[in-house]
């Protein structure tokens, strides 16, 4: 594959395919579940996440394959592959996938867990008192949620929910010859999967599944039961909105979520006991090819099933040591935000640092009478948010307040319509992004009336405004009430709520409209400097690397010299160490306790280094389709915290995963006599180190500074 896309049968793909990558993230994440070292709860947290990713994996980029199949497309992808070819790679890395995910689940994690109060038994293992209690519960609360249908041969088969658990059940044929009939019983979704069960030697937990089965008899009353299996279809669940008709956003995107349903399978799951004969008359019925078909033990669906065994009380030598969020160092308590901004910038590092000074921001601007307006970006927050609270009580007494909602945030979307419509009801203006593009940018901005007048705060962030991922993803965020990045601020909203043109900003850097380019003219630059003898070096770390002209663009850097450390979480299509092309670039990725979600990127600039945080990854999707943000980081403190996290990553040698010129990846070994370096434990016990030296020498990081000079464009 040349630079310019053209097939070279000949030739190594300069890129590696993105579906095989993304499946390889998910294999990382797939390692510290089998991992004997992660204890044992947190390997079942893993083996949730995996197969949680694995259903949004084939909801999204199956679908899209299968779309481009469907459509004839037979265009090869920057890796030189075809979507059919792309698909059969897929199919067949997929399959493994899903039996290594089972075999570490039954074959490990299940069987240690049984004698910490997460035992499963079927209702015929239980003593007399477990099975009265079980047929009872089914009777009396689930039966009556049940609904048997018969699907005769000449009948269209019954619209199924993606993601729902259902039983084919074949009833013997009432003439006693002839094939069976065919019926679905589908489970009902608010009821709990995992039953606990109190019996005289302890407690056992029955999967709902096993209940239903149990209980098919008493569906079909008169009627012989022969053979069932659970199953579930997963459904293709992108949207595809046409913003140029004539109906409202919010009326569209609510009808299409409501099309889901009626979307077209890309996968079947059956579990393995089912009769061969049943499994092919599913097929037959659902019209899905062998090639999408997965045979797996139950439950279908461990993330549902399973999730409540992570809530037992286990011994602390069976989870990740607690690790509670600190209070930022550079905050002290009672502190008034708005007038220790006015002195200096603060970044927080999360979850190392707690989220609620970004909370408390909020809430202060709200009760402030100072306070004019409030904009925020929102894209993804907590069901419970105390940010949307705020928001709507700032709207309450007058403020005015401007949030863009994007509602087409995946699988967010029916939870941002609830909410985008509660702050509506508050008062507050609600825009739903804009036409054409996602708005991903992190950003908050308060304009509040001072002694010496009107003053902008800004928050920029690379992750999203909820307080609940905050204490599970890394991910930064800073504020400052510097003046550029506060007139860059009003611009941004101004654009996106107005009619106005694209900005130009001093300190921000927007997307669609020049992240691109911006980026393509710093990674020039060092090459640029490569060339003329100088020590030039790019450090990046983000979450996924696929963006082609970006890659070429780091291989034609690596090419004059440039020593080029990439930190990717998830996919990376590009291929690092490859002679006469990336021999200069290494790639690591760190899965750990914690989900890596920061964008972090550094320019050594010939030694007038230049520091960005952004919410955009170097995808194609967040630089052309999406309204991102890149922020720089001057303040000299806040500097040395990001750039200290961004070598951390590039030094772990326990959780540190490194990617091969052949696409593999693994693990990172330690050099003899080389200290253990875990990262994340190391930026947890620098955040609390940090806390320690400000409680001994209070106030020191709170003496008002000069802030830098910007350097010149």
């Given at each position: 594959?040349?630079?310019?896309g053209?097939?070279?049968?000949?030739?190594?793909?300069?890129?590696?395919?993105?579906?095989?990558?993304?499946?390889?993230?998910?294999?990382?994440?797939?390692?510290?579940?089998?991992?004997?070292?992660?204890p044992?709860?947190?390997?079942?947290?893993?083996?949730l996440?995996?197969?949680s990713?694995?259903d949004?994996?084939f909801?999204?980029?199956?679908?899209?394959?299968?779309?481009?199949i469907?459509?004839?497309?037979a265009e090869?992808?920057?890796?030189?592959?075809t979507?059919?070819?792309?698909?059969d790679?897929?199919a067949?890395?997929?399959?493994?996938?899903?039996?290594?995910l089972?075999d570490?689940?039954?074959?490990?994690?299940?069987?240690?867990l049984?004698?910490?109060?997460?035992?499963?038994?079927?209702?015929?293992?239980?003593?007399a008192?477990?099975?009265?209690?079980?047929?009872r519960?089914?009777?009396?609360?689930?039966?009556?949620?049940?609904?048997?249908?018969?699907i005769?041969?000449?009948?269209?088969?019954?619209?199924?929910?993606?993601?729902?658990?259902?039983?084919?059940?074949?009833?013997d044929?009432?003439t006693?010859?002839?094939?069976?009939?065919?019926?679905?019983?589908?489970?009902?979704?608010?009821?709990s999967?995992?039953?606990r069960?109190?019996?005289?030697?302890?407690?056992?937990?029955?999967l709902?599944?096993?209940?239903?089965?149990?209980?098919?008899?008493?569906l079909?009353?008169?009627?012989?039961v022969?053979?069932?299996?659970?199953?579930?279809?997963?459904?293709?669940?992108?949207?595809?909105?046409?913003?140029?008709?004539?109906?409202p956003?919010?009326?569209?995107?609510?009808?299409?979520?409501?099309?889901?349903r009626?979307?077209?399978?890309?996968?079947?799951?059956?579990?393995?006991?089912?009769?061969?004969?049943?499994?092919?008359?599913?097929?037959?019925?659902?019209?899905?090819?062998?090639?999408?078909?997965?045979l797996?033990?139950?439950?279908?669906?461990?993330t549902?099933?399973?999730?409540p065994?992570?809530?037992?009380?286990?011994p602390?030598?069976?989870?990740?040591?607690?690790?509670?969020?600190?209070p930022?160092?550079?905050?002290?308590?009672?502190?008034?935000?708005?007038a220790?901004?006015?002195?200096?910038?603060?970044?927080?590092?999360?979850?190392?640092?707690?989220?609620?000074?970004?909370?408390?921001?909020?809430?202060?601007?709200?009760?402030d009478?100072?306070?004019?307006?409030?904009k925020?970006?929102?894209?993804?927050?907590?069901g419970d948010?105390?940010?949307?609270?705020?928001?709507?009580?700032?709207a309450?007494?007058?403020?005015q307040?401007?949030?863009?909602?994007?509602?087409?945030?995946?699988?967010?979307?029916?939870?941002?319509i609830?909410w985008?419509q509660?702050?509506?009801?508050?008062?507050?203006?609600?825009?739903?992004g804009?036409?054409?593009?996602?708005?991903?940018?992190?950003?908050l901005?308060?304009?509040?009336?001072?002694?010496?007048?009107?003053?902008?705060?800004?928050?920029?962030?690379t992750?999203?405004?909820?307080?609940?991922?905050?204490?599970l993803?890394?991910d930064?965020?800073l504020?400052?009430?510097?003046?550029?990045?506060g007139?860059d601020?009003?611009?941004?909203?101004?654009?996106?709520?107005?009619?106005?043109?694209?900005?130009?900003?001093?300190?921000?850097?927007?997307?669609?409209?020049?992240?691109?380019?911006?980026?393509?003219?710093?990674?020039?630059?060092?090459?640029?400097?490569?060339?003329?003898?100088?020590?030039?070096?790019i450090?990046?770390?983000?979450?996924?690397?696929?963006?082609?002209?970006?890659?070429?663009?780091?291989?034609?850097?690596?090419?004059?010299?440039?020593?080029i450390?990439?930190?990717?979480?998830g996919?990376?299509?590009?291929?690092?160490?490859?002679?006469?092309?990336?021999?200069?670039?290494?790639?690591?990725?760190?899965?750990?306790?914690?989900?890596?979600?920061?964008?972090?990127?550094?320019?050594?600039?010939?030694?007038?280094?230049?520091?960005?945080?952004?919410?955009?990854?170097?995808?194609?999707?967040?630089?052309?389709?999406?309204?991102e943000?890149?922020?720089p980081?001057?303040?000299?403190?806040?500097?040395?915290?990001?750039?200290?996290?961004?070598?951390?990553?590039?030094?772990?040698?326990v959780?540190?995963?490194?990617?091969?010129?052949?696409?593999v990846?693994?693990?990172?070994?330690?050099?003899?006599?080389?200290?253990t370096?875990?990262?994340?434990?190391v930026?947890?016990?620098?955040a609390?180190?940090?806390?320690?030296?400000v409680?001994?020498?209070?106030?020191?990081?709170?003496?008002?500074r000069?802030?830098?000079?910007?350097?010149?464009?």
């Amino acid at each position: 594959m040349t630079a310019r896309g053209k097939r070279d049968e000949d030739a190594t793909p300069r890129l590696l395919n993105r579906e095989l990558s993304w499946l390889d993230f998910n294999d990382r994440v797939l390692d510290e579940a089998a991992d004997a070292g992660t204890p044992l709860f947190e390997r079942l947290k893993f083996a949730l996440i995996v197969a949680s990713n694995l259903d949004e994996f084939f909801m999204v980029r199956v679908a899209s394959l299968k779309r481009r199949i469907a459509e004839g497309i037979a265009e090869r992808d920057p890796s030189g592959l075809t979507p059919a070819e792309q698909m059969d790679r897929v199919a067949d890395k997929a399959h493994a996938h899903s039996a290594r995910l089972h075999d570490a689940l039954h074959g490990g994690i299940l069987p240690e867990l049984a004698p910490h109060g997460a035992k499963l038994a079927r209702p015929a293992d239980l003593d007399a008192v477990g099975r009265a209690f079980i047929e009872r519960l089914f009777h009396e609360q689930i039966a009556p949620a049940l609904t048997p249908l018969a699907i005769p041969a000449d009948r269209e088969f019954p619209l199924l929910a993606g993601l729902t658990l259902n039983f084919a059940v074949a009833l013997d044929p009432e003439t006693g010859d002839g094939p069976p009939r065919l019926a679905v019983v589908q489970l009902p979704g608010p009821v709990s999967r995992l039953v606990r069960v109190a019996e005289a030697e302890g407690a056992r937990h029955v999967l709902l599944e096993e209940i239903v089965r149990a209980g098919l008899p008493a569906l079909f009353p008169g009627q012989r039961v022969g053979a069932s299996a659970v199953f579930r279809v997963t459904r293709d669940s992108e949207l595809e909105l046409d913003d140029e008709g004539g109906r409202p956003f919010v009326e569209s995107v609510s009808a299409e979520l409501r099309g889901r349903r009626r979307s077209d399978i890309v996968r079947l799951e059956v579990e393995r006991e089912a009769p061969p004969e049943l499994v092919a008359l599913l097929r037959e019925r659902l019209d899905v090819p062998e090639q999408d078909l997965y045979l797996s033990p139950s439950p279908l669906d461990p993330t549902r099933s399973l999730a409540p065994i992570l809530d037992l009380p286990a011994p602390e030598a069976l989870r990740d040591p607690p690790q509670r969020p600190l209070p930022p160092a550079a905050i002290p308590e009672g502190a008034d935000l708005f007038a220790l901004l006015e002195d200096q910038d603060v970044l927080l590092h999360h979850p190392y640092d707690a989220f609620d000074p970004v909370v408390d921001l909020v809430r202060r601007a709200a009760g402030d009478p100072d306070v004019l307006a409030i904009k925020q970006t929102l894209y993804r927050t907590s069901g419970d948010s105390p940010i949307i609270r705020a928001l709507a009580q700032a709207a309450d007494r007058g403020k005015q307040v401007t949030v863009l909602v994007e509602l087409l945030a995946r699988f967010d979307e029916a939870s941002n319509i609830r909410w985008a419509q509660e702050l509506e009801r508050a008062g507050a203006h609600v825009v739903f992004g804009v036409r054409g593009y996602k708005t991903h940018a992190k950003i908050l901005l308060i304009v509040r009336r001072g002694a010496d007048g009107i003053r902008r705060y800004v928050h920029l962030a690379t992750g999203n405004y909820n307080d609940r991922t905050a204490r599970l993803y890394t991910d930064f965020g800073l504020m400052t009430s510097h003046p550029d990045v506060g007139a860059d601020a009003s611009a941004f909203f101004n654009a996106l709520t107005g009619y106005s043109d694209p900005p130009e900003m001093k300190a921000l850097v927007m997307a669609p409209t020049r992240l691109r380019d911006r980026l393509l003219t710093l990674i020039e630059r060092e090459r640029r400097r490569a060339e003329q003898g100088q020590v030039a070096a790019i450090r990046a770390k983000m979450n996924a690397l696929v963006d082609p002209e970006i890659i070429e663009a780091l291989y034609a850097a690596a090419g004059a010299g440039v020593a080029i450390d990439l930190n990717v979480r998830g996919i990376c299509c590009l291929r690092p160490g490859v002679p006469e092309l990336s021999r200069s670039i290494a790639v690591v990725s760190v899965v750990d306790r914690y989900l890596e979600h920061a964008r972090v990127f550094w320019f050594r600039n010939g030694g007038d280094e230049e520091l960005y945080l952004a919410s955009a990854d170097w995808m194609p999707r967040n630089l052309d389709r999406r309204v991102e943000l890149m922020f720089p980081v001057e303040a000299p403190e806040a500097r040395a915290r990001a750039l200290f996290a961004l070598d951390a990553m590039f030094r772990d040698n326990v959780k540190a995963r490194v990617l091969g010129p052949d696409g593999v990846w693994t693990r990172r070994r330690r050099a003899k006599g080389e200290e253990t370096f875990r990262a994340q434990e190391v930026l947890y016990r620098e955040a609390v180190e940090d806390g320690r030296r400000v409680t001994r020498a209070a106030g020191i990081v709170l003496e008002p500074r000069l802030r830098p000079e910007r350097p010149p464009a």
